[in-house]
């Protein structure tokens, strides 16, 4: 995982902000809900939240972080605060997903938030 972003050392969910602790239940709560690998969830501008699940379809694939921003793009956001994923593995490595292009190009600076499946610690992509 060369190209992995850096991560911060995990903090318990409950340590989060609530707005971002909301994204992450959010996140949880879609990858629990599909069994997908994982969830996502992003807060735009407005604080308006979208969650997605990882899409695995023969003609289509996204990741969890893909498929939440294209939903909050889809919708008219204008612009994202935050993203969280739920369900990612081997984080001692770095995070490493196509959806945080796609956050960044929507708004760079924007907060992600990551953990691992059972979401009891909460590691933020270094900027």
Known sequence: MADAAALTEPVAPDALD????????LAR?????????????????????????????PSLSLTALQAAVAAAVAAGAPGLEAAAVVGAEGLDGGFDDP???AVAEVTAGAVVLVAGPDASSVHRVAS
Request: glycine share 10%.
């Open 99 to 101: 959806g945080l292009a």
């Open 29 to 57: 709560s879609a990858r629990a809900r599909t069994g997908a690998a994982h969830g996502a969830a992003v807060r735009d501008s407005d604080g308006r939240t979208y969650a997605a699940c990882t899409v695995s379809l």
């Open 18 to 25: 609530p707005e971002d602790a909301k994204i992450v239940t």
